[in-house]
């Protein structure tokens, strides 16, 4: 037998070696992958098959399950914190870091662990996983390290990638195998989200009324209930509508599609699915990441030639799990031909824009006809079927929708991918905490915007009655065309302070949102008018501050656990429930003596009253398209 091929041949029983390694549900896949191999293609598969391994970085198999994932967690995270507690007795006690003390002062201790951690993770292939973000300091990221809660975040996710990724590159991921995502996949998500309902039912809440709810509970009150999510997107687009048809504006459907290098699987004429052989092993957080910059481009220079667009942006997968978006944009009448030069220029032109298929599949406009459907009537499907497929049937693969948004779900958990964003618009946190503001602390001499805000998000009645809410709000913070700097209504934070107890991992938490701040102008008659009634009236600046109605909560495991913490921490000698607010009850300066035309500042406490909010009704129903 020849060197070379008793090297294929031991080449061949390593990689069976790593096919049995993983789910029993890729090996005969594998296997026969392995069994068409010839001396062309053996060395690139043989690349893709031992790719499976990368998720052995943080000392897990690539068919762990999550309680080996939880023991690698541990072990990593007291590996760690036993060497950064050696390095840090050797940097306080040695003398040859005297430059380095001198230099740095009294930080200097953590700036070389730090080095030292980085070269610790690049050793062992894992330093992608550095604790990164805007907020996280040097001294948190050290202790981040050594959690075990955090390790567990950060293997979980490695495992999930990694496993998927390959998943993709044998196959398992199609119309024929598994639709947007492995089914491998979907079972590592049913399981995680049994673990967090299971979580969530035997946590209970307390508050400071005394009244105790388990936090699926509160859960299902929010928009992670699929219905109230659903429900609240279709709104804000009805509400984007209204607002186009009162502008004269046209609305578009774009949909834009990666390039082929990123596709596993294509499509030929007769049907067949069949691998792509221009794909290049990107991942569909790669081809998400793609799509973010060319529409980061198309967006910078939509605003230099003053093209305004709004409305909402879906990402979707394709049944092999690459991302696509659908984008409802609403643009002046006359605009659509610009929009459409500047989306094709970034997603078509700047990259291969000469494949096969490139000019038919890549882009596609269709202009939203009045008299064929509303724009939610276009868009009511895609949102349905990203979210719990309610009223949908069946989907472009003839599978039930239901089923088919539990993959999607899975798919999106998995890649970390964004499924829907807002396009322009007034912001919805402010929308969301108008909704907690008791309509009756709001004055008659508070600012026009804020009174107008309220009203709407507190309106009750037929269905469709919220789109007409969002179109409110949005022109009280000044219309679909202002800027952020710009609004009227912003959210009111409270900085928690030099001695606030910090985050688990040492650093400051983020100021605590406490509700409304609104400005406006004031108009105001004086004695001038008197002896002129005639003149106009003067205005002054005005701005208000209106506390939500909030309340204070302790958990605990079990109702009993949580009352019981509760009347400790809420109660005094049994008698009511501690009349703490978070305002300064000193007496400040009012600068309205000052002069009629200074600026009248108000601030309004909550009321301690919760008005009781009925169910969110059902938007309009859309026209078939």
């Known amino acids: 037998m020849s060197i070379a091929a008793y090297l294929d041949r031991y080449d061949k029983i390593r990689l069976r070696t790593v096919v049995d390694r993983f789910p029993l549900s890729w090996q005969a896949r594998l296997t026969k992958h392995l069994g068409r191999l010839n001396d062309v293609n053996f060395h690139r598969w043989k690349e893709r098959v031992l790719q499976l391994t990368d998720a052995e970085r943080g000392g897990i198999r690539p068919d762990a399950g999550d309680a080996e994932i939880v023991a690698a967690a541990t072990v990593t995270a007291n590996d760690m914190d036993r060497r950064m507690c050696h390095l840090r007795v050797i940097a306080e006690r040695s ?14 201790v953590d700036l070389w662990l730090a080095g030292q ?10 330093l992608d996983l550095w604790p990164a973000g805007a907020t996280v300091t040097r001294a948190g990221a050290l202790r981040r390290l050594c959690c075990a809660r955090w390790w567990r975040r950060a293997l979980r996710k490695l495992h999930a990638r990694t496993v998927e990724a390959c998943a993709i590159g044998i196959g398992l991921v199609s119309r024929d195998a598994g639709l947007y995502v492995s089914n491998e996949g979907v079972k590592r998500r049913a399981g995680q989200n ?42 804000r687009i009805a509400g984007f509508e209204l607002i186009a048809q009162g502008l004269g504006h046209q609305g578009w459907m774009v949909t834009m599609t990666c390039p082929s290098r990123f596709h596993k699987m294509t499509t030929r004429a007769d049907g067949r699915v069949v691998p792509n052989p221009r794909y290049d092993g990107s991942t569909p957080h790669e081809a998400q990441s793609y799509l973010s910059r060319c529409w980061a481009r198309c967006r910078a220079a939509a605003a230099r030639a003053g093209l305004d667009m709004y409305g909402f942006r879906i990402a979707e997968p394709q049944h092999d799990g690459t991302p696509h978006w659908h984008s409802l944009l609403f643009v002046r009448n006359g605009d659509g031909e610009r929009l459409s030069g500047l989306v094709r220029k970034y997603f078509l032109d700047n990259e291969s824009p000469l494949e096969p298929g490139a000019q038919k599949h890549r882009v596609d406009f269709e202009w939203i006809n009045p008299a064929k459907g509303s724009a939610v009537g276009y868009v009511i499907k895609y949102v349905s079927k990203n979210i719990d497929g309610h009223g949908v049937g069946l989907d472009l693969f003839g599978n039930d929708a239901i089923t088919s948004s539990q993959r999607v779900e899975a798919w999106a958990a998995t890649w970390r991918i964004r499924q829907f964003q807002q396009i322009g618009g007034a912001p919805v946190g402010v929308w969301r905490e108008l909704r907690r503001i008791n309509p009756d602390n709001v004055s008659d001499t508070a600012p026009a915007a804020l009174r107008a805000a309220v009203s709407a998000v507190n309106a009750k009645g037929e269905p469709g009655v919220q789109s007409v809410a969002w179109m409110r709000y949005t022109t009280a913070q000044g219309g679909i065309g202002c800027k952020r700097k710009d609004m009227r209504l912003r959210l009111m934070k409270e900085d928690r302070g030099a001695f606030a107890q910090p985050g688990r991992y040492g650093e400051p938490l983020a100021p605590k949102l406490l509700g409304v701040d609104a400005a406006g102008v004031q ?4 004695h001038i008018h008197q002896m002129n009634p005639a003149a106009p009236a003067f205005t002054r600046p005005v701005f208000a501050s209106v506390e939500s109605e909030r309340c204070e909560w302790v958990v605990g495991l079990g109702e009993e656990a949580a009352m019981r913490t509760a009347r400790l921490v809420f109660q005094r000698s049994g008698e009511a429930a501690s009349t703490r607010i978070h305002v300064n009850n000193c007496t400040g300066r009012d600068l309205s003596r000052v002069s009629e035309f200074a600026p009248v500042r108000a601030y309004h406490p909550r009321l301690r009253r919760f008005a009781s909010r009925p169910k969110p009704p059902e938007p309009v129903a859309a026209m078939e398209r």
């Open 117 to 126: 951690a980085r070269a610790l993770m690049l050793a062992r292939g894992m």
């Open 194 to 235: 049994a673990r967090n309902a299971a979580a969530l039912e035997s946590v209970t809440a307390v508050n400071d009324m005394m009244q105790a709810h388990t936090l699926a509970d509160l859960a299902a009150t929010g928009t992670s209930n699929k219905a109230i999510r659903r429900v609240e997107l279709l709104t």
């Open 95 to 108: 003398d040859g870091h005297a430059p380095m003390r001198a230099r740095y002062g009294a930080g200097w």
């Open 523 to 526: 108009l105001f008659r004086n």
